[in-house]
């Protein structure tokens, strides 16, 4: 039976100002999104942009298994277009309603139009999807349905918990692959709610913070309705930026995943953890000109992506497309996306994925100053939240510490290598070790930002696990099917004489040593330490560091680890332990060699092995360093030595005579077991008077003064 025309009453909805809705307890309220299914008292308001449509319609559906819409409401170009907004209403519709767009136009791809009249479109400002793509025998893509969504919800007084980010500590995670294995133990694995039920595990670690690789809508298979055998695991290649993912929803109520990533973030608040999104705002999944048309293509495509002069797309995220992200209509749909995640879903932050792209124009050069990335920062409504950057994107930019200025933060990929390379033993990283120590100053002084604004990190998703990173020296990523040419090939890693698992006990003795020093270097090193999840506990992906496919016990976390690798999860948590309660590693302002406080000693100096000053031309690997307490006006505050040595062979250290007025108690060594290798209180044993410290190769101890 043909889709049935619908009469309709139609009007423009006008929005001067943040309405406090009376459902809501004070101070929470929901921010109202003016595009999308709009719901109102009596009826769904449907209201999208395109000023190149010739034509209108909303497919509305019964059930998410249905093929054909069952309704077919028409916007009339007279009176159902304002400007360049078609906005309709339909009386008698709610919460739940399925629906799609359909947008006739030119298809003149040489001229940027690509309109199909024949084509399902997901609105671009959908709440919720449900479902998924339906098999196109006829030649129709048909993607998951949108979903009318009401954004009531009983936050119970939830706010915001604004931690400042020099005492964050941020544990990067996948929400599925977090507790998808049946080693977790919870009822609803890979969900938000499983997230849920391992909140008392991320509190006994001791983060602050969960950065949740991406949760806005993506194809789970391919677009035609087929199964691939690579599924888009990581996720990131968005088609709906305003929905949470339905496939980390328990149970299949469509609409439920925008209430079960509530009560999420609700629960986690609520354990004094924040919650920051990644997200992909340089593509989306619809791809190149030979992707499928599933939503912004049909809408507007000429203003949703940065194209060449003759149609096709410009490339500068590696996955097909650019979204085009200084365009004003694009501009304005990313404020209101991340508004409507901080204000209807309490989200602390976000991590902007290639965001060297929302440095681009619209002739994709880069720009100073570019306005999508100042107006971010200036946003009065985003003031609370945490914004990160990654600085860089698939086109050759890298702006690491140069991206921006004010509040974003960068991931400090200069870090990660630097890190890697003093560790694996290479030469010439004393300077460059002490300066990703010290906070990275040399790349975040000059624009007048702080060390806060350098996200530290040895691993993430995008690269080894720690356990490989030790373990490996090639990367292993056959299992991706594209013949190991994708990740990474410069990955400063080394294996210590075997590739991969080993039984030999003198090479595993040193890779958990090395894991160890990595591990406090990160969480003594001034800025902000992310952790990989399962780092904590060795998880391995086989050398496969580029496992953007991987649904399966690759990426799992292996819950059995947490007995198995007991000793490295306990260095962790004492790690993380320390810093959370000692402000000398955790500064809010750059060191400066300044001496005063109760031992006259600098906030920082740095020694050579045999005591004496630092010749920063030298090519040892030894270093001293000391943090005095100069500046800090904290009782908690105490000075603390760190010794580090990534040699090939034995070294002896004297105490820098400067030190030797304190009694210093050791917090960590990173060659001995446990429970002597950590000592989270740093009432650790004694250093006496005089005493020559001896490090073995690839070894680290860390002193606190009583």
């Not at 909805?13 to 004070?26: D, F, G, L, N, Y």
């Not at 009318?148 to 599925?176: C, N, Q």
């Not at 590696?318 to 209807?344: A, D, K």
């Not at 991590?351 to 002739?363: E, K, P, T, V, Y």
Request: hydrophobic share 35%; with cysteine; aromatic share 10%.
């Amino acid at each position: 039976m043909a889709p049935m025309l619908t009469q309709t009453t139609n009007f423009l909805t006008r929005q001067a100002s943040v309405v406090m809705p009376k459902a809501i307890p004070p101070m929470q309220f929901n921010y109202p999104i003016p595009y999308g299914a709009i719901v109102r008292e009596d009826g769904v308001q449907f209201v999208v942009f395109s000023k190149s449509a010739t034509a209108m319609r909303v497919l509305l559906y019964r059930r998410v298994s249905d093929r054909e819409p069952t309704r077919l409401i028409e916007f009339n170009p007279a009176t159902d277009r304002w400007g360049d907004v078609w906005s309709v209403f339909v009386p008698g519709l709610r919460a739940g309603q399925l629906y799609h767009l359909q947008a006739d136009g030119p298809y003149d791809p040489a001229s940027g139009h690509r309109f199909n009249l024949q084509a399902r479109l997901i609105d671009p400002y959908a709440k919720a999807l449900a479902g998924r793509f339906q098999s196109s025998d006829d030649g129709v893509v048909r993607p998951p349905k949108c979903v009318v969504v009401e954004d009531a919800f009983d936050w119970k007084g939830d706010r915001h918990l604004r931690r400042p980010f020099s005492e964050t500590i941020i544990y990067e995670m996948h929400v599925r692959g977090f507790t998808r294995s049946s080693t977790s133990g919870v009822q609803h694995p890979g969900t938000y709610l499983g997230v849920i039920e391992k909140i008392p595990y991320l509190k006994s670690l001791g983060v602050t913070a969960v950065e949740l690789m991406p949760v806005h809508e993506f194809p789970m298979m391919e677009s035609d309705g087929s199964r691939s055998d690579r599924p888009n695991y990581w996720g990131y290649d968005p088609i709906a930026f305003f929905a949470p993912h339905r496939g980390y929803m328990h149970g299949n109520k469509p609409g439920n995943q925008v209430y079960q990533f509530k009560e999420m973030v609700r629960a986690l608040h609520a354990a004094g953890i924040e919650v920051i999104l990644d997200v992909v705002f340089n593509h989306t999944a619809e791809g190149n000109d030979r992707g499928p048309t599933l939503s912004f293509k049909g809408l507007e495509n000429s203003v949703y992506y940065m194209l060449n002069d003759d149609g096709t797309y410009k490339n500068f995220s590696g996955c097909g497309n650019t979204v085009n992200g200084n365009h004003p209509t694009v501009r304005e749909m990313i404020f209101h996306c991340l508004r409507h995640w901080v204000y209807n879903y309490h989200v602390d932050g976000f991590r902007f994925d290639l965001a060297s792209i929302l440095s681009r124009n619209r002739d994709g050069e880069l720009v100073p100053n570019p306005p999508m990335v100042e107006i971010i920062a200036e946003d009065p409504m985003l003031a609370d939240t945490k914004i990160i950057a990654e600085a860089w994107d698939a086109a050759g930019a890298f702006q690491v510490g140069c991206f921006a200025t004010s509040r974003w933060a960068e991931w400090n990929g200069l870090y990660r290598d630097d890190i890697r390379r003093y560790w694996r033993g290479d030469a010439e990283m004393t300077g460059k070790i002490a300066t990703r120590l010290s906070g990275s100053s040399d790349l975040y002084q000059p624009s007048g930002r702080q060390p806060y604004h350098s996200i530290n990190f040895v691993t993430s998703h995008d690269g080894y696990t720690l356990n490989d990173l030790v373990s490996y020296e090639q990367k292993h990523n056959q299992e991706n099917g594209e013949e190991n040419h994708d990740g990474d090939n410069n990955n400063y890693s080394s294996n210590y004489g075997v590739e991969g698992p080993t039984r030999r006990r003198s090479i595993t003795k040193l890779r958990i040593r090395q894991a160890k020093n990595f591990a406090a270097s990160l969480l003594l090193s001034q800025g902000v330490p992310m952790i990989l999840s399962g780092d904590e506990v060795l998880r391995t992906q086989r050398g496969n560091n580029n496992a953007y496919c991987q649904d399966n016990a690759t990426t799992w976390f292996d819950w059995r680890l947490l007995e198995r690798n007991a000793e490295l999860l306990r260095f962790f948590k004492g790690l993380v332990t320390f810093r959370l309660h000692q402000p000398n590693v955790r500064r809010a302002s750059f060191l400066t060699g300044t001496a005063s406080g109760p031992h006259g000693l600098p906030d920082v100096s740095w020694y050579g092995a045999a005591g004496e000053p630092v010749d920063w031309q030298a090519t040892y690997h030894s270093l001293v360093c000391l943090f005095g307490t100069s500046g800090i006006d904290d009782p908690a505050a105490r000075e603390v030595m760190i010794l580090m040595h990534a040699g090939q062979s034995p070294q002896a250290f004297n105490i820098p005579s400067p030190a030797g007025q304190l009694r210093w108690r050791l917090l960590l060594d990173t060659e001995a077991q446990s429970p002597n290798d950590i000592y989270p209180e740093a009432d650790g044993p004694l250093l006496k008077t005089g005493s020559v410290v001896t490090l073995d190769h690839h070894a680290m101890r860390c002193f606190v003064a009583e």
